[in-house]
């Protein structure tokens, strides 16, 4: 089984859905300028990061509700490689929340210089390939994923399981 250019961008070796992706929001991403009291969430795929979009501005916001009942996640928390951010990075009040499933050798250089806090999310891989594989099914901007089988033995080899 192997990922459709149709469906992917390749980007320096990560897949990434061109649903949400493209080459003007990961230069975007490279060009983003963090600020020393931002937070960002960073996970693997399927390791929780919605769940970080909807507790990170709670936490933020000392448990105020308004942003979680008023603001869709995706632009309350947005992520920094995806079209979205561009759009509603000038609304996000200090401190602000994104979340990321960029490596840290991904992230843009003002994320070195800058005093970000980062929580990275962990999640057991076993629980991962299952929510991964049945959110393949039913997601219709990626591939069907084929059978259990061969999709676990692509995640088990490391060749990349789209993000």
């Known amino acids: 089984m192997s990922f459709s250019e149709d469906f992917f961008l390749e980007y320096q070796g990560l897949l990434l859905p061109r649903e ?17 009291d931002d937070v960002v969430a960073v996970t693997y795929p399927k390791s929780g ?26 632009d309350r928390v947005p992520w920094l490689e995806e079209t979205r951010l561009a759009k ?30 980062v929580i990275n999310v962990i999640r057991n891989p076993k629980d991962v390939l299952v929510s991964s594989y049945y959110f393949h099914q039913m997601a219709n901007f990626l591939e069907d994923p084929g059978s259990f089988d061969e999709f ?9 399981i789209p993000s």
């Open 20 to 36: 949400t992706h493209c080459a003007e929001s990961l230069k975007f991403a490279q060009e983003f300028s963090f600020k020393d």
């Open 49 to 74: 990061t919605t769940w970080m979009q909807e507790i990170l501005p709670l936490v933020l916001n000392g448990g105020d509700l308004t942003p979680v009942h008023t603001v869709v996640n995706w």
């Open 88 to 117: 509603v990075v000038d609304k996000l009040t200090s401190p602000r929340a994104l979340v990321t499933h960029f490596p840290y050798s991904f992230m843009p250089p003002s994320f070195h210089t800058s005093k970000a806090k």
């Open 152 to 160: 676990m033995n692509k995640f088990l080899e490391g060749r990349g």
